[in-house]
């Protein structure tokens, strides 16, 4: 055979394993057939696999890929994947102390964001002993909608420090290394 020959019979056992499945007679694909049939096979067969999930609906339930699905819409009448009927979901409870414990700790994690009023930011700041101004931070963050870059506050507080920390620069922590010799001249 040629290599214009050889070439035909791999594209068509590419090809046909593909689309089709069909896996080739490796025999009948010449000696750079074979070495290139087995450098080509295995992500086929992993394409291959991965179309025909796909097409089944998706990475198995338990999956950690099925996971990154995007959550439910509360809107939705339809029973969504994964989803398990309300009944199967109060039959399954059980009253163990430590699951409960659980649900209060991941519940009480964390608050909603209240922005203070100015009052509350006078009072934390004198409280602490800050120089910050208060109604110039307070203006600041009600002008950017409590914002800090793309994200909502979290923690006012905490933005007050920061503020302290940027006004005195020389309380912060040097972070340029100091080195142990001097300087030659």
């Not at 809107?75 to 039959?91: A, F, H, L, V």
């Not at 699951?99 to 203070?116: G, L, M, Q, Y």
């Not at 101004?133 to 506050?153: C, H, I, L, T």
Request: hydrophobic share 25%; aromatic share 8%.
């Amino acid at each position: 055979m040629t290599n214009k020959e050889e070439q035909l019979v791999l594209y068509k056992a590419i090809a046909d394993y593909a689309l089709d499945g069909i896996e080739p007679d490796v025999s009948t694909l010449g000696v750079l057939g074979q070495l290139c049939w087995t450098a080509i096979s295995p992500n086929i067969k992993s394409g291959r696999r991965n179309y025909i999930n796909g097409c089944n609906g998706g990475a198995p339930e338990g999956n950690c890929n099925a996971k990154k699905q995007p959550k439910n819409n509360p809107n939705s009448t339809e029973k969504q994947p994964g989803q398990t009927s309300t009944k199967n979901k109060n039959r399954n409870k059980t009253k163990n102390k430590n699951d409960e414990e659980s649900i209060e700790k991941v519940a009480t994690k964390r608050t909603t964001f209240v922005a203070p009023s100015l009052q509350e930011v006078s009072d934390y700041i004198s409280e602490k002993g800050y120089t910050v101004d208060a109604r110039q931070f307070v203006d600041f963050y009600e002008s950017k909608g409590w914002m800090v870059g793309s994200n909502k506050m979290k923690d006012w507080r905490a933005a007050v420090r920061t503020w302290t920390r940027r006004q005195n620069p020389s309380n912060t922590p040097s972070h340029e290394t100091q080195r142990p010799y001097e300087l030659l001249d």
